[in-house]
């Protein structure tokens, strides 16, 4: 089992920088896939980038591609979300998300161990 931590958000302003991250229990950290997700009012929940668990395969969704990069450091445990040139549209709460498989999964439901969420707002 794992518990993930994640960092506080922010209010930024559009076009602005914003770095999540998610901090994860126990020794086994790299035989887990992670992936981000997010959840704006009103809407369903959304996958925004997943990560293999060596590190070595990314996947960002088609809306934040060039502009947001998942990474993570196995040593430290940790999950990152590096967000740049931000837009109001991307205004939700942000969950990062473990899977014990090598390879990242864009559907919630294969995520057994989720966040808390943490609040990121985006102002025009």
């Known amino acids: 089992q794992v518990q993930l931590v994640e960092s506080e958000g922010g209010l930024v302003q559009a076009g602005g920088s914003l770095r999540l991250s998610c901090v994860a229990s126990g020794r086994t950290f790299s035989s887990y896939a992670m992936g981000w997700f997010r959840q704006a009012p009103g809407k369903e929940r959304e996958f925004v980038a997943g990560?293999?668990?060596?590190?070595?395969?990314?996947y960002h969704a088609d809306s934040v591609k060039g502009r947001f990069a998942i990474s993570r450091d196995n040593a430290k445990n940790t999950l990152y979300l590096q967000m740049s040139s931000l837009k109001p549209e991307d205004t939700a709460v942000y969950y990062c998300a473990a899977r014990r498989y090598a390879l990242y999964s864009t559907r919630s439901y294969e995520y057994a161990y989720w966040g808390q969420g943490t609040q990121v707002t985006v102002s025009s």
């Open positions: 990560i293999s668990g060596s590190g070595g395969t990314t």
